[in-house]
């Protein structure tokens, strides 16, 4: 099958909701009222696409619950620390300060140093993570930890061996050899360790790597060249491919699949169920069906779905957040979402309609068409979670809003407050002893601090559901 009509036909499914989906969680959601999260981790989670999609999540699905996050990634850490400080220096300033309830980490890819399993960086490995979460639980008392086993290296669409060819690094002319594996069979390892770790100390331990080469798989089956496009250059997933790693924490934490589920019987004029909706004004004229929907949640704006999203956005994309254009489907996305079970195991808007009399009709939400679907689709469930809805642009609103805020930190602290402290200007400061060094990072820290809280009171006005007018208009002939 030619991959273009594939990716129609992935995407078709996704919008007609015609894939099986998980049960709803049973469990009360992982995070509290309240709570402050801290993302933990090197490049991939400096990267901020994991980050912002499970905040955007967040706050969409729960727009009353008030939780403050913050993305410590650090490009090239290991556990030990790397360019931003030692360890004990990057938890105390990036960790620790924030005061979180919740701290997921994420640790492996560079620790391991891109070489056949070595077991003097393993002991490194293992004494540094333990000495972390010793150190998160003696400062931060009752702290939830949840460590990450590490997402992928790209032993899927490459054939795994040594040495490693990556962007960065020169070929050079050492012979390959094949017989230590690839390079994620070392993460795997590692991730072993921290399932271990989990289960010892009793933390919540979330797989990135298993659903994500699950989905490399299926993919490259498909088309290899969409499926190097999940993890480019072999290390940093885009913004696409970690949509899996986002599913798979919100999953670990419980998180609720439907937006809205709503049902209808035409004839009886009647609401026969509701979820996370309340309905008034239902009424039918002239085989025509109309009604006012408040919802209790937005459906998931997907960061890359309906656009083009740089691997790496780094400073120069900081008044730039996500521009999704409804006439585009980013076919790599797509697939992402249709062989994960994104859109069916976390958003799941549901409106079915029985009983309606004429064979196809037309949705309208505030006056605009939706589009054209038969009795029959709607009498099985549309899922408009996927469709640009209004409910759908206010939600791309919030996710804006939550892109200025991770932005606006990632300045102040990555771009500003870390080089002041460990460089001044180019020189070798000590903040303790140099006052006027001292003073500009505290106003910077403060200053930082004041902004993300007027961004968060916008995220928070921003994600409040609205009333809407729905419209099925017959379509004759």
């Avoid at 008392?141 to 490459?158: A, C, H, Q």
């Avoid at 885009?238 to 419980?254: D, Y």
């Avoid at 998180?255 to 026969?272: E, G, H």
């Avoid at 919030?398 to 805020?405: R, Y």
Wanted: charged letters at 20%; proline letters at 7%.
């Amino acid at each position: 099958m030619k991959t273009g009509k594939y990716v129609v036909v992935a995407f078709m499914l996704i919008l007609t909701g015609l894939v099986p989906v998980a049960g709803a969680a049973a469990r009360p959601f992982f995070l509290k009222n309240g709570d402050r999260v801290c993302f933990y981790g090197d490049s991939i989670t400096e990267q901020r696409f994991y980050p912002a999609e499970v905040q955007t999540y967040v706050l969409t699905r729960f727009p009353n619950l008030h939780v403050r996050f913050v993305d410590a990634g650090v490009g090239g850490d290991r556990v030990t620390g790397g360019w931003a400080g030692p360890i004990n220096l990057r938890l105390k300033r990036d960790v620790f300060s924030f005061k979180p309830d919740v701290v997921t980490i994420m640790l492996g890819m560079n620790d391991a140093g891109y070489q056949p399993f070595n077991q003097a960086l393993f002991n490194v490995y293992r004494k540094g993570y333990e000495h972390i979460i010793a150190a998160l639980r003696k400062h931060l008392p009752g702290v939830r930890i949840v460590v990450i086993v590490p997402s992928p290296f790209d032993d899927v669409t490459f054939k795994p061996g040594f040495p490693l060819h990556l962007p960065w690094t020169h070929p050079g002319t050492a012979k390959r050899n094949d017989s230590h594996g690839g390079y994620n069979d070392v993460l795997l390892r590692y991730g072993a360790f921290v399932r271990r770790l989990a289960a010892r100390d009793h933390l919540l331990c979330v797989d990135f790597n298993t659903p994500m080469v699950d989905v490399l798989k299926k993919i490259d089956k498909v088309n290899k060249s969409l499926a190097r496009q999940v993890i480019p250059g072999r290390v940093h997933p885009g913004a696409a491919g970690q949509m899996v790693m986002a599913l798979a924490l919100l999953k670990a934490w419980g998180a609720p699949a439907t937006v809205t589920r709503l049902s209808i019987n035409a004839a009886l004029d009647k609401v026969t169920h509701a979820v996370n909706t309340r309905i008034t004004g239902l009424k039918s004229t002239g085989g025509n069906l109309s009604w006012t929907e408040l919802d209790g949640s937005l459906p998931m704006p997907v960061l890359g779905l309906h656009e083009n999203w740089p691997q790496f956005p780094i400073f120069a994309r900081y008044f730039l957040p996500p521009q999704p254009n409804p006439k585009y489907t980013n076919p790599v996305a797509a697939l992402i979402d249709h062989f994960s079970g994104f859109t069916h195991q976390l958003d799941r808007e549901m409106l079915t309609v029985k009983a309606l009399t004429a064979s196809r009709y037309r949705l309208l939400i505030d006056g605009k068409s939706l589009g054209e679907f038969s009795a029959r689709q709607l009498a099985r469930g549309v899922n408009l979670s996927r469709y640009f809805t209004p409910m759908l642009y206010q939600a791309y609103q919030v996710s804006n809003i939550v892109w200025e805020e991770i932005q606006t930190h990632f300045v102040a602290w990555h771009g500003v407050q870390t080089p002041l402290e460990n460089f001044g200007f180019n020189l070798p400061v000590n903040t303790e002893n140099d006052p006027a060094v001292a003073s500009g990072v505290r106003r910077v820290v403060q200053d930082m601090d004041r902004i993300q809280k007027a961004i968060s009171t916008r995220e928070y006005q921003a994600d409040q559901p609205r009333p809407h007018h729905f419209q099925l208009v017959r379509v004759r002939g």
